[in-house]
């Protein structure tokens, strides 16, 4: 039997992964303004325990994670944090970031992270958010302005918005 010697290195035409560069450490305003960010976050959190408390059950299952970083322009979750911007929080009242709080929580629960199945991304962040947007409006939650929701799709799945 038998078998091909890899290649020393890769081919000119395959692109290589460049090396991000390290996190630096943060100023001590960034600081300030993260441990801030978190505990408000902490209070929207004992608010939704009080009046969603399904909600804000699965919440604490979750490390909230203040950060300052171009790639999390708003809110993201991985299923095991939810990723709060500073500078977006900022622009939120208690309601919204209870409303975003809520919004990541439900990415989790309704397995987001692993639907997608190659659908493109811009499109489907729509549909997905939609789909969690109408589960909060109907737990009672206010619909921050701007928020996306597809009210012809109301009680859709999130590959039934996709499609439509």
């Not at 009080?50 to 970083?69: C, G, K, M, Q, Y």
Request: proline fraction near 7%; charged fraction near 25%; hydrophobic fraction near 45%.
């Amino acid at each position: 039997m038998t078998t091909a010697a890899r290649p020393a290195a890769a081919p000119a035409c395959v692109p290589t992964r460049q090396a991000r560069p390290a996190p630096r450490a943060p100023t001590a305003v960034e600081a300030r303004r993260k441990q801030g960010l978190k505990q408000r976050l902490q209070a929207d959190l004992a608010r939704l325990l009080l009046w969603h408390p399904f909600t804000a059950s699965l919440a604490l299952h979750l490390e909230i994670v203040p950060v300052r970083d171009s790639r999390v322009g708003t809110a993201a979750t991985d299923g095991q944090r939810v990723y709060f911007d500073v500078d977006f929080a900022e622009t939120l009242g208690d309601d919204g970031r209870a409303f975003v709080l809520a919004h990541e929580v439900w990415h989790c629960v309704l397995d987001h992270g692993h639907r997608r199945a190659g659908r493109a991304t811009g499109p489907w962040a729509l549909a997905i958010d939609s789909e969690v947007n109408a589960v909060l409006v109907r737990d009672g939650l206010p619909l921050p302005k701007g928020a996306v929701f597809f009210r012809d799709m109301d009680g859709a799945s999130a590959e039934q918005i996709y499609a439509w």
